[in-house]
């Protein structure tokens, strides 16, 4: 069965199409569904199906646009991450012991997917606890990359990234706290947004079995996944907002709209690489090229400026900042063995390993002083975007590279022009954007020479989101964007 002419359409098409009665909805979840059954044995990015469910709301919505109902979702069938709640259906993280959780209710963003009439067919693969940029664990096996299987397709929503790059559907949801929707993004080729801190309500992406609390996760957002720029916008509207049991907040938002509407009016500092964590030659080539395609189109372009915020410093703070959060869930013998090993690093070893190290032992005044450098840093952020608009720099060093399941992280390598550096230091380029709770656009920009995708990401203004977002439109629009994995282009 060869792929219809629906099965790479975007969700702002698919829309219209069904608006004009082209395709219906039903009509539409077959295709997903049809991809996954013909080629998921390879890719395994969807580990929970839910096709009948699937296959009911398409049928309802249907019903609804025959009766001239609008929702901005309505009809579009798309997947979401393993790690959302969705009543009736298992919420592992991938974690063993939690293989037979099931949620009784729908995470507060799958409720609001649903009410705008999106069409969900299944959960998408996740790595052991969310902590990898490979997705693969006990319950579910291993995702492999639909461009090269025997690679990465990032994570932790690297089953989320695999699926679009595949055809499955034309959404989907993921989360990110260290570069988890854009680092998929760049290794499968696809858009992602890492929204500003706190923008989107989180209840319900909760660590089984966790109630589902309205709570603001440090450092952590949820976010959307497509194929296009304004399909990232379309979902992003549909699940922003602050959480309506949370005391104080109203159920309302408005985000200011771009800084601009044509490229030759943005002014953009772009950075290719830093000794903290240097790039390859592909990621700094792709850059390159991108900084004279933006040069050419009108576009401020510098390769440097003293208002960006020291990268060493702040991957420092990062470092210990997040594995802060992370260490809150660690087994008791692990956070003991990291006390003791803490406590014998040396006091001028200021590695990102170490700071890691340290971060999982900060004890609460520390923790409160960590968080005043960050607010240092957020205004340093804030004064550079005074006279830029957006910083575009890389997302990783390399592109996806093979799958490694070594149990300890901090023992493996990852080869950037044939010099090897430590795995999890490359937590510092998804850092820029997080720590200080910018938003972000990841976007793919071509190809390294044996096939597999790079890209960049455009970091915002806090609460700006839709200017790296229109950026992001405006460079898809005038130098190209997604384009199909060649084993899965039928």
């Known amino acids: 069965m060869a792929k219809s002419q629906w099965s790479f359409k975007t969700a702002v098409e698919l829309s219209s199409a069904l608006a004009d009665r082209k395709v219906s909805a039903v009509e539409l979840a077959e295709d997903a569904i049809g991809r996954i059954e013909r080629h998921d044995a390879k890719i395994n990015a969807i580990c929970v199906r839910d096709f009948e469910r699937g296959l009911a709301a398409a049928r309802a919505a249907d019903a609804e646009l025959a009766r001239g109902v609008k929702k901005p979702l309505l009809g579009i069938p798309m997947t979401v991450k393993e790690s959302f709640n969705i009543a009736g259906l298992p919420t592992t993280w991938g974690i063993p012991a939690q293989k037979d959780f099931t949620p009784t209710e729908d995470a507060l963003p799958i409720t609001r997917v649903k009410d705008?009439?999106?069409?969900?067919?299944?959960?998408t693969n996740v790595p052991l606890g969310l902590g990898d940029w490979q997705s693969y664990n006990e319950i579910y096996g291993t995702t492999n990359n639909p461009f090269n299987l025997g690679?990465?397709?990032g994570g932790s929503s690297?089953?989320?990234?695999?699926a679009l790059a595949a055809g499955y559907g034309a959404l989907s949801l993921g989360s990110d706290i260290g570069g988890s929707l854009r680092v998929p993004a760049f290794h499968c080729g696809i858009y992602a947004h890492k929204p500003t801190f706190d923008l989107v309500a989180m209840r319900g992406h909760t660590p089984p079995p966790l109630p589902p609390l309205p709570s603001t996760r440090d450092l952590s957002v949820i976010g959307p996944m497509a194929r296009c720029v304004a399909d990232l916008s379309l979902l992003l509207d549909v699940i922003a907002g602050p959480d309506p049991l949370e005391s104080g907040k109203a159920y309302s938002l408005t985000l200011p709209p771009a800084r601009h509407t044509e490229m030759k009016n943005f002014r953009v500092l772009l950075i290719d690489s830093d000794p903290v964590m240097p790039t390859d030659s592909v990621v700094r080539g792709t850059l390159e090229a991108l900084a004279a395609d933006l040069a050419r189109a009108g576009v401020k372009v510098d390769r440097a400026s003293p208002l960006l915020p020291d990268f060493a410093v702040s991957s420092r703070?990062?470092?210990r900042m997040l594995m802060s959060f992370l260490a809150a869930s660690f087994a008791p013998e692990a956070y003991t063995g990291a006390l003791a090993a803490a406590a014998s690093l040396p006091a001028?070893?200021?590695?990102?390993?170490?700071?890691?190290?340290?971060?999982?032992?900060?004890s609460h005044r520390d923790w409160l002083m960590a968080d005043g450098g960050r607010s240092r840093l957020r205004a340093q952020w804030r004064e550079l975007f005074k006279t830029y608009d957006a910083v575009?720099?890389?997302?990783?060093p390399t592109p996806a590279y093979p799958h490694d399941?070594?149990?300890d992280q901090e023992k493996r390598r990852i080869r950037i022009d044939g010099k090897d550096y430590i795995y999890p230091d490359q937590l510092s380029w998804p850092g820029i954007a997080t720590l200080p709770g910018l938003p972000s656009t990841?976007?793919?920009t071509g190809f390294s020479p044996d096939g597999l995708p790079v890209g960049v990401q455009i970091v915002g203004p806090s609460l700006e989101d839709r200017t790296p977002l229109k950026l992001a439109e405006l460079i898809e629009r005038e130098f190209g964007g997604f384009k199909p994995p060649p084993m899965f282009d039928d």
């Open 348 to 362: 001028e070893d200021i590695s990102l390993a170490a700071e890691r190290l340290r971060g999982i032992t900060l």
């Open 392 to 396: 575009i720099c890389p997302l990783m």
């Open 116 to 123: 705008a009439g999106g069409v969900i067919l299944g959960k």
């Open 151 to 153: 690679r990465t397709p």
């Open 442 to 444: 990841a976007i793919p």
């Open 317 to 319: 703070l990062y470092m």
């Open 405 to 407: 399941h070594s149990d």
């Open 158 to 162: 690297g089953g989320s990234s695999a």
